[in-house]
């Protein structure tokens, strides 16, 4: 796993195949987003299920509000095999601080 600041997170996240995953809620997904990313809130009970459905081969750029629950995210996402991670380390509030774009709504 790599933590990343917004700017390396940005970068990341642009190359091929790597799949964006925001693990908050689905309301907190709703108010803003990274274009492109696949809301799957940790704390739902069907975290794993839905996490095991993915491609433990693929390349992951995890990130949540602050950077707490994608780091427990991981974690669970290695214990069923999963090993290649982006993480943005303090989470969508640091992109937000540095004025990156944001999706609202869907």
């Not at 995953?21 to 990274?34: C, K, N, P």
């Not at 996490?51 to 669970?76: E, N, P, Q």
Request: charged fraction near 20%; glycine fraction near 8%; hydrophobic fraction near 40%.
């Amino acid at each position: 796993m790599t933590n990343m600041d917004p700017q390396q997170f940005s970068k990341a996240i642009n190359e091929a195949g790597v799949i964006i995953l925001d693990v908050r809620t689905q309301a907190e997904f709703i108010e803003g987003h990274i274009k492109n990313a696949q809301n799957i809130d940790i704390n739902s009970e069907t975290f794993d299920s839905e996490i095991s459905l993915l491609d433990s081969g693929a390349m992951y750029a995890v990130y949540c509000r602050s950077g707490r629950r994608s780091l427990a995210a991981i974690d669970t996402m290695q214990n069923l095999g999963f090993t290649k991670f982006s993480h943005l380390e303090n989470g969508i509030l640091d992109w937000q601080e540095n004025g990156l774009p944001l999706v609202v709504g869907e």
